[in-house]
């Protein structure tokens, strides 16, 4: 945080694997909106807010590693995270996040809760701040939105 206030600065949006196919892919569990739409909304709420917003997406998980050790350097205040099906399997993503100590919600389109055995168990929601789940695109802006106005 910068200049001694209480207010983030600086957000990181990380999208996880398939999450570049938002609109396209099972439109009747993830949506229409996709992922340039859910973007923009977020990039138009940081301008109006005077934020520094940065988004990245990947399917591959070393580089979603590689962003998150990045932030730490940067100093991101924050980040807004979907870790998508790594939600469930990457005990790697989970590592770099307790690394950095960038405190993050954690995103989910769907309720994973309301899903397959198997997409239940989250290896990040213990460490999150917050878990949004199943609101779709609007938990980005949910998530962001409470970001604001965290003390």
């Known amino acids: 945080m910068k200049n001694g206030s209480n207010r983030c600065q600086n957000i990181l949006v990380i999208h996880g694997p398939n999450l570049n196919l938002l609109g396209i892919r099972e439109p009747s569990v993830y949506g229409t909106v996709t992922l340039e739409e859910i973007n923009g909304n977020?990039?138009?709420?940081?301008?109006?807010?005077?934020?520094?917003?940065?988004?990245?997406?990947?399917?591959?998980?070393?580089?979603?590693?590689?962003?998150?050790?990045?932030?730490?350097?940067?100093?991101?205040?924050?980040?807004?995270?979907?870790p998508a099906a790594y939600t469930h399997t990457s005990i790697a993503l989970r590592d770099a996040l307790a690394a950095t100590r960038i405190p993050f919600i954690e995103i989910h389109l769907s309720n994973i809760f309301a899903r397959e055995s198997f997409r239940q168990k989250s290896f990040f929601s213990d460490m999150a701040v917050g878990v949004i789940s199943g609101l779709g695109a609007k938990g980005y802006e949910l998530a962001f939105n409470y970001v604001l106005g965290r003390n």
Do not use: H, T, V, Y
């Not at 940065?54 to 399917?59: G, K, L, Y």
């Open 42 to 82: 977020l990039a138009k709420l940081a301008e109006k807010e005077g934020i520094s917003l940065d988004c990245f997406q990947s399917n591959a998980e070393g580089e979603l590693i590689d962003r998150i050790q990045q932030a730490g350097a940067e100093k991101i205040d924050f980040i807004i995270i979907n």
